[in-house]
C-alpha cells in the first residue's frame, strides 16, 4: 500500500501519474520516495521488467551524466575481464528476478513475456545506470557491484534538499 502523500511525491517527480506502483523500493534521506518498486506488468497489461524504478529527477540527471561520461562503456569492458565482478553482476541479476517474481506473486500477476530478463543489461550488459542504481538503493549495497558504483559516483544529490515538495492532500 502507497501512502497519498508518496503517490504525489512521485507523480511530481515524474510529471505524470505513476503506473503500477507496488511500494516504495527506497525513501532519499530528504524523505521522499527516490525508488518504487513497481509491478511486473502495468495496469494496461503491457510487461514491464523494471522492478525498481528511480523517480527522484535530479539521481536520475546525475545518472544521465554519468551515462553520457563513457562510464557505462568502462564497466562493460571490466565485466569482460573481471570474472569476480561479473560472477556478482549475474548473482544481482537473479536478485532482480526473484523479487519481481515475489512482487508478482503478491499482485498475483504471471508475465512470462519476461521470465529471465532483468534490466539495464543484466547479466551480461551494462545499458542503463538509473536500473543499477534503483536496485543498489532498493536492495541494499553489496547486492549490485555496479549499481553500488553508480551510487557512490551519484554524491549526496539529496543534499540542496526535497526535489518536489507534495502537500498533504
Given at each position: 500500500m502507497i501512502e497519498p502523500r508518496d503517490e504525489a511525491a512521485i507523480a511530481s517527480q515524474l510529471g505524470r501519474e505513476p503506473r503500477g506502483i507496488?511500494?516504495?523500493g527506497h525513501r532519499c534521506p530528504c524523505g521522499n520516495p527516490d525508488v518504487v518498486t513497481t509491478e511486473p506488468r502495468l495496469p494496461n497489461g503491457t510487461p514491464f521488467p523494471t522492478t525498481f524504478y528511480l523517480t527522484c529527477p535530479r539521481a536520475a540527471s546525475r545518472i544521465g551524466t554519468l551515462e553520457g561520461s563513457g562510464l557505462m562503456k568502462e564497466m562493460q569492458d571490466r565485466l569482460a575481464t573481471d570474472p569476480a565482478l561479473a560472477e556478482q553482476?549475474?548473482?544481482a541479476h537473479t536478485r532482480y528476478?526473484?523479487?519481481r517474481d515475489e512482487?508478482?506473486?503478491q499482485a498475483g500477476?504471471?508475465?512470462p513475456e519476461i521470465a529471465g530478463i532483468s534490466a539495464g543489461g543484466m547479466p551480461d550488459r551494462v545499458k542503463c545506470l538509473h536500473v543499477l542504481a534503483g536496485q543498489a538503493l532498493a536492495q541494499g549495497r553489496g547486492v549490485n557491484?555496479?549499481?553500488d558504483e553508480v551510487l557512490d559516483a551519484l554524491g549526496e544529490w539529496w543534499s540542496s534538499g526535497p526535489c518536489v515538495e507534495p502537500s498533504d492532500d
Open positions: 507496488h511500494e516504495v553482476y549475474a548473482d528476478l526473484e523479487a512482487i508478482g506473486r500477476l504471471d508475465v557491484p555496479l549499481g
